[in-house]
């Protein structure tokens, strides 16, 4: 039968102890700093497809996003399809009006003023007709925790596909034509689309 004696022990425990000392300093620790924030600590941060800086309008193309929910995902897609395109009449509808603001401000005093309904007139009913030829440049759909289904979707159409048709027309009207600048009308739309977005 074998003696353990203290010479032999004495390295064994040291190692043992060596081991505890550096797996125990690994640990996870409660920061003791009375500056650390914990006012976002029952917050859960929401991670949103389809959206940033990205997906903003640009230059030449006007965007727009929107989501649609639904227990079924089909639904889902129709809602987000539906929500999105609005999104994108909207931002025309408001760029538009900004257009013909600044047009009217441009005006001369004395100008006949069923013109100026005509030309704001003229340019609503044309931009209503031209929200087509959009593409989807971002679709996600995802499965909430609920069990819902949520599509995410992005639309962008050209700026001239909705900005020539009201050239056409303005062009082929005398009156209206005389006091219209189209490269300004166009830079004036696309500044309010980034105004928009920012």
């Known amino acids: 039968m074998k003696q353990f ?18 797996a125990s300093c690994g640990g996870s620790k409660k920061s003791t700093d009375p500056n650390l924030k914990t006012e976002y600590a029952d917050e859960v941060e929401i991670k949103q497809f389809c959206s940033g800086p990205e997906y903003n309008s640009t230059d030449g193309m006007i965007r727009a996003g929107f989501f649609g929910e639904s227990n ?19 931002k ?7 257009v013909i ?4 401000s441009r005006r001369q005093k004395d100008m006949n003023e069923s013109v100026e309904k005509r030309f704001e007139e003229l340019i609503r009913t044309t931009v209503k007709q031209k929200i087509n030829g959009y593409k989807t440049v971002c679709e996600k759909v995802t499965k909430t925790k609920e069990g819902k289904y949520r599509t995410y979707l992005v639309y962008e159409i050209p ?14 009207d005398a009156e209206l034509k005389v006091d219209y ?18």
């Not at 079924?72 to 909207?90: C, G, H, P, R, W």
């Open 5 to 22: 004696t203290i010479k032999k022990i004495f390295p064994l425990v040291l190692l043992v102890s060596v081991v505890f000392l550096v």
């Open 72 to 90: 079924d995902m089909a639904i889902s897609k129709k809602v987000a399809k539906s929500n999105t395109l609005e999104e994108l009449a909207s």
């Open 92 to 98: 025309i509808e408001v760029s538009v009006k900004a």
């Open 101 to 104: 603001d600044n047009y009217n």
């Open 159 to 172: 700026v001239d596909n909705v900005l020539d048709p009201v050239y056409n027309t303005i062009s082929k």
């Open 181 to 198: 600048d189209y490269q300004k009308f166009k830079q004036t739309f696309e500044d309010e689309l980034k105004n928009l977005d920012n």
